[in-house]
C-alpha cells in the first residue's frame, strides 16, 4: 500500500491563480520522483484561498528521503510566497478501493 501526504494551505488572497499556475510549473519536483505514486492539487469548495495537496509515494522512508532533499527545499521555496498558513498530515493506505 502506499504511504499518503496531505498539505493544507491557506494562500494569500488574490494570489491562488498565481500560486496554481506556479504548482503546476514545479509539479515534476515531486512527481518526477522515482517513489511518487502522483501527486493532486485541490481547492476548497467552501473557503476561499484554501487549498491542498495529495501525494502518493511507495513508502514513508522514501518520502522522509525526498522530504529532506535539496530539490524538495528547493520546490517549497518556489510556493512558500504565496502561502499564508499550512500544515501537513500524513498517513498509511490501509484500503484502496478502486472504482469499477
Do not use: C
Not at 61 to 79: G, I, Y
Amino acid at each position: 500500500m502506499s504511504f499518503r501526504v496531505m498539505l493544507r494551505m491557506r494562500i494569500k488572497p488574490g494570489m491562488g491563480p498565481e500560486f496554481e499556475k506556479t504548482w503546476h510549473s514545479v509539479g515534476d519536483t515531486v512527481s518526477g520522483h522515482p517513489a511518487n505514486r502522483g501527486q493532486w492539487l485541490l481547492r476548497s469548495g467552501d473557503e476561499e484561498n484554501l487549498y491542498y495537496i495529495m501525494s502518493d509515494w511507495v513508502t514513508e522512508a522514501e518520502f522522509r528521503t525526498f522530504e529532506r532533499s535539496p530539490q524538495h527545499l528547493e520546490h517549497r521555496q518556489k510556493l512558500h510566497p504565496y502561502r499564508e498558513q499550512g500544515s501537513m498530515a500524513t498517513m498509511h493506505v490501509v484500503f484502496d478501493m478502486a472504482a469499477r
